[in-house]
């Protein structure tokens, strides 16, 4: 079963960029027809898609969020990253990556814990 998992700084100061890389195990990110995701919970909101990365290298990215973010791969570490620049109190959240089959939703089961990035000088 794949299994994913995030990292990265806990704290970030306002204006920097927020980088977070996913290391997938069990699977292989290349996998056809996958899309690998990133998805964050704000404290006391829902779930907020950021975007994805697919099995192809293709990528998609929320409207509200697409002039500050940038998904990438690494194939040779089955890892993919999430940068978020120019970043605001608001962008506090548990932030999460996730698989699942294009055109479909992240498959329960294939998500990672999460990790909490707090925005704050």
């Known amino acids: 079963q794949v299994q994913l998992q995030e990292s990265g700084p806990g704290l970030v100061k306002p204006s920097q960029t927020l980088s977070l890389t996913c290391t997938v195990s069990?699977?292989?990110?290349?996998?056809?027809?996958?899309?690998w995701s990133w998805i964050r919970q704000p404290p006391g909101k829902g779930l907020e898609w950021i975007g994805y990365?697919?099995?192809?290298?293709?990528?998609y990215y929320s409207p509200s969020l697409k002039s500050r973010t940038s998904i990438s791969r690494d194939t040779s570490k089955n890892q993919f990253t999430l940068q978020l620049s120019s970043v605001t109190p608001e962008d506090t959240a548990v932030y999460y990556c996730?698989?699942?089959?294009?055109?479909?939703?992240?498959?329960?089961?294939?998500w990672g814990q999460g990790t909490q990035v707090t925005v704050s000088s």
């Open positions: 996730a698989r699942g089959p294009v055109g479909y939703e992240p498959t329960p089961g294939s």
């Open positions: 069990g699977g292989s990110i290349t996998t056809n027809y996958y899309y």
């Open positions: 990365i697919t099995y192809s290298g293709s990528t």
